[in-house]
T-cell receptor
Framework: EADIYQTPRYLVIGTGKKITLECSQT?????MYWYQQDPGMELHLIHY???????EKGDLSSESTVSRIRTEHFPLTLESARPSHTSQYLC????????????FGEGSRLTVL | RKEVEQDPGPFNVPEGATVAFNCTYS??????FFWYRQDCRKEPKLLMS???SGNEDGRFTAQLNRASQYISLLIRDSKLSDSATYLC??????????????FGAGTRLAVHP
């Protein structure tokens, strides 16, 4: 089983609120990712990190931001949530050299009213 | 045109049937290939890597056809528990030396009694 954890699993929140989705892994992986996935749709990469103090934007434009202060922790923040942010957010990590072998967290399902 | 394309399905098959899915990729510089399984409202999990010579893991067989630019997944003796969405993932190498993992939108399999 993958040792990667996301909280909260489910969040329903009003427009304009600030939210942080937490992601932690205990596998010592340097590389971590945030994906966004709507039902029946592809995974879209929104952020990634190759190590502490390294963060990059992914393919899908996102108003969220991320930080990587510790290897094991990769939180995602939305400063002002909007209904268009309603989606499932999946965190993942991988070992160096295993480019396609991602371990995913269980996801955070966000609903913005 | 999407870089990675899959028939969304659903493929409805009886228990015990053999079923096969294909996944086509558009970039001939694609270098590594994977199949993931995603249960409804769950996270994707790596099912198997796809090697150039093809590979088998129990009832699952993965094949790569570089000439026609597709990978396939064959499931023999389908079980009810095989019901899920199967995502293919492709690593594409771009000029400048960086690579990107791209997911397909998935093929849904429903196995019925």
């Amino acid at each position: 089983e993958a040792d990667i954890y996301q909280t909260p699993r489910y969040l329903v929140i009003g427009t304009g609120k600030k939210i942080t989705l937490e992601c932690s892994q205990t596998m010592g992986h340097d590389k971590m990712y945030w994906y966004q996935q709507d039902p029946g749709m592809e995974l879209h990469l929104i952020h990634y990190s190759y190590g502490v103090n390294s963060t990059e934007k992914g393919d899908l434009s996102s108003e969220s931001t991320v930080s990587r202060i510790r290897t094991e922790h990769f939180p995602l923040t939305l400063e002002s949530a909007r209904p268009s942010h309603t989606s499932q957010y999946l965190c993942a990590s991988r070992r160096q050299g295993y480019d396609g072998e991602l371990f995913f967290g269980e996801g955070s399902r966000l609903t913005v009213l | 045109r999407k870089e990675v394309e899959q028939d969304p399905g659903p493929f409805n098959v009886p228990e015990g049937a053999t079923v096969a899915f294909n996944c086509t990729y558009s970039n001939s510089a694609s270098q590594s290939f994977f199949w993931y399984r995603q249960d409804c409202r769950k996270e994707p999990k790596l099912l198997m890597s796809v090697y150039s010579s093809g590979n088998e893991d129990g009832r699952f067989t993965a094949q790569l056809n570089r000439a026609s630019q597709y990978i396939s997944l064959l499931i023999r003796d389908s079980k009810l528990s095989d019901s899920a969405t199967y995502l293919c993932a492709v690593i594409v190498l771009f000029s400048g030396g960086y690579n990107k993992l791209i997911f397909g939108a998935g093929t849904r399999l429903a196995v019925h009694p």
